[in-house]
Nanobody
Framework: VQLQASGGGLGQTGGSLRLSCVAS????????MGWFRQAPGKERQFVSA????????YYAESVKGRFTISRDNAKNALYLQMNSLKPDDTAVYYC?????????????????WGQGTQVTVSS
């Protein structure tokens, strides 16, 4: 396993959760990183992305203003702070490393994936 996501669980509407993703066996400090999510019966969709230095970030419209992506290259770690949670945020969240160094929003730009962590938001 090269990307390990954690921090999911049960959250309440309006509450917060923080997801973490730690890379092992290789460094991704030169790669753009991202978070995606997949709800039951739906395709995996883009949530947020960050460039290798953390200077550029992108968010899906549905999470903009509520979620914050960040990274710590010294720790080989990626984070997603999720605030003002909504039931529609319920999904399995995946962290991923892109082929390039930029913040990529397209799923095909990613070639390393974590195993996913479940986030469930109760109403």
């Amino acid at each position: 396993v090269q990307l390990q996501a954690s921090g999911g669980g049960l959250g309440q509407t309006g509450g917060s959760l923080r997801l973490s993703c730690v890379a092992s066996r290789r460094t991704f400090s030169n790669n753009g990183m991202g978070w995606f999510r997949q709800a039951p019966g739906k395709e995996r969709q883009f949530v947020s992305a960050i460039s290798w230095r953390g200077t550029t970030t992108y968010y899906a419209e549905s999470v903009k203003g509520r979620f914050t992506i960040s990274r710590d290259n010294a720790k080989n770690a990626l984070y997603l702070q999720m605030n003002s949670l909504k039931p529609d945020d319920t999904a399995v969240y995946y962290c991923a490393a892109a082929r390039g160094s930029t913040a990529a929003t397209i799923i095909s730009e990613y070639n390393y994936w974590g195993q996913g962590t479940q986030v469930t938001v109760s109403s």
